[in-house]
């Protein structure tokens, strides 16, 4: 079965200063990985995901994460923290039911402060 | 906007009582999806309808249940209501593509609280 962790249920950065949020997942399979984003009071958002091309992956709003294979990792990093990256981000993990389709098991979360 | 409406937005009962939360997914998305989220039990995947049919269960209780609709829209209903069902429900859709790579869109949630 599939599954992700994500380390640190509570993350604090300084604005300016580097976001690594981290995630480890186990995966029989090689896996599809994702990166979601919530704000306050809303619905989940794509960040990136990670389909098996390229193992750096580009997201929105200046995030990127690193499929590292021998580390069964999908880091997510932002160079520089801004006040509005403080939010809940979820890390998912896809794998296939008996019927073909996917099915999205989410980590725990873990949630970005971003201090001035 | 994801293209994802829920509605209600906020729906306040009784334990005991029954309720149906309603989602219409993305145009153009045959799959539907079920979450819960609470704060002792995080994000927590329900049920996955494609294009009508059932294709995948999580943790969803048996006093829960869903139905896709041939418009496509789902609703989630919720019976025998208790103080623990209290909280935000989710839809979410994608396209439904087989292979793992889709990516789910989600509604703004349904705030669920059992008095």
């Known amino acids: 079965a599939q599954s992700v962790t994500q380390l640190g249920s509570h993350v604090s950065v300084s604005e300016g200063a580097l976001v690594l949020l981290r995630c480890n997942y186990s995966s029989s399979v090689p896996p599809y990985l994702f990166w979601y984003v919530q704000y306050p009071n809303q619905g989940l958002q794509l960040l990136l995901k990670?389909?098996?091309?390229?193992?750096l992956v580009k997201g929105i709003n200046g995030f990127e994460a690193e499929f590292k294979k021998s580390e069964t990792s999908f880091h997510l990093t932002k160079p520089s923290a801004h006040m509005s990256d403080a939010a809940e981000y979820f890390c998912?993990?896809?794998?296939?039911?008996?019927?073909?389709?996917?099915?999205?098991?989410f980590g725990t979360g873990t949630k970005l402060q971003v201090i001035p | 906007d994801s293209g994802v409406t829920q509605t209600p937005k906020h729906l306040i009962t009784a334990t005991g009582q029954r309720v149906t939360l309603r989602c219409s997914p993305r145009?153009?998305?045959?799959?539907v999806y079920w979450y819960q989220q609470s704060l002792d039990q995080g994000l927590q995947f329900l049920i996955q309808?494609?294009?009508?049919?059932?294709?995948a269960k999580g943790n969803i209780l048996e006093r829960f249940s869903a139905q896709q609709f041939p418009d496509l829209h789902s609703e989630l209903n919720l019976s025998s209501l208790e103080l623990g069902d209290s909280a935000l429900y989710f839809c979410?859709?994608?396209?439904?593509?087989?292979?793992?790579?889709?990516?789910?869109?989600f509604g703004p949630g349904t705030r669920l609280t059992v008095l």
């Open positions: 309808y494609y294009n009508g049919e059932e294709r």
């Open positions: 998912a993990v896809t794998h296939m039911n008996s019927g073909g389709y996917q099915k999205v098991t």
């Open positions: 145009s153009g998305d045959l799959s």
């Open positions: 979410a859709s994608s396209v439904g593509r087989a292979g793992g790579t889709d990516t789910q869109y």
């Open positions: 990670y389909t098996s091309a390229a193992t």
